[in-house]
């Protein structure tokens, strides 16, 4: 079986993204046996092999590609073929739901990231300390040690889970503060002039990855917020 071939089968069948130095650890003696004279340049012609896979499935000819997500290799689905994964990814498995003060409280650290409770709930005008123990529980966050000052609050930053569920590759790909207020204004709009009240609904017409609305019977009449598994960028792990 030829590198290239071996490569494609692993990124294939990995569930969540392979690093490359898991790749060097599964094919390193075989890669070695080809004639590699070391580990840095086993892990140079794999990260070529890596390379050349990528281009392939870059064709417009596949319905599939290779990503590059939170460290990590990944086969996704194109963007293009957004609608249609979809609505197929809706009946695997329910998604993660989210109410508005828990995006709103997602939104703050992605951003303003590392940042303590007291500074989150400043921007954000309310206490958000309940929020946090949602996020932390659904893996979205993390601690990211403690900020030198009086009391030694503790920091936290968005989790590996995070750019998994938006499907980054990190955080440098979020879309600008006024990009986000545009789609979030154009998702609520949508959902306006188009959701029936306490049902799922189909994609609205926003851009923003892995993000639906969807109404809500609480009190505070709050829209939930839908965070898929999939995204605009890159839906589902083909693989069976």
């Known amino acids: 079986m030829s590198l290239k071939a071996q490569l494609e089968a692993i990124v294939y069948a990995t569930e969540t993204p392979i690093t490359l130095e898991h790749i060097v650890q599964l094919v390193k003696d075989e890669v070695l046996a080809a004639g590699a004279t070391d580990e ?94 949602t996020l932390l529980d659904r893996k979205l966050i993390t601690t990211a040690g403690r900020k030198a000052v009086i009391g030694r609050p503790i920091l936290y930053k968005t989790s590996r889970e995070f750019l998994l569920r938006f499907g980054l590759k990190d955080v440098g790909e979020l879309p600008s503060m006024e990009e986000f207020e545009k789609l979030m204004a154009e998702s609520f709009q949508s959902d ?24 809500t019977e609480d009190d505070d009449a709050t829209a939930q917020i839908v965070v898929t598994e ?7 792990n083909p693989a069976a």
């Open 192 to 215: 306006l002039l188009t959701e029936p009240p306490a049902q799922d609904v189909a994609p609205n017409a926003s851009d923003a990855p892995g993000i639906e609305e969807t109404a």
């Open 40 to 133: 840095s340049e086993v892990k140079s012609r794999l990260r070529a092999t890596l390379e050349e896979l990528i281009a392939d499935y870059s064709g417009a000819d596949h319905g599939i590609e290779i990503r590059q997500l939170a460290g990590g290799y990944r086969m996704s689905t194109k963007p293009e073929q957004h609608d249609a994964v979809r609505t197929f990814a809706k009946s695997l498995k329910p998604p993660i739901r989210l109410s508005l003060p828990a995006l709103e409280t997602l939104a703050v650290i992605a951003y303003k990231q590392p940042v303590t409770v007291p500074e989150i709930s400043e921007i954000r005008g309310v206490d958000s300390s309940g929020v946090i123990a």
């Open 230 to 236: 999939e995204s605009a960028a890159g839906k589902t």
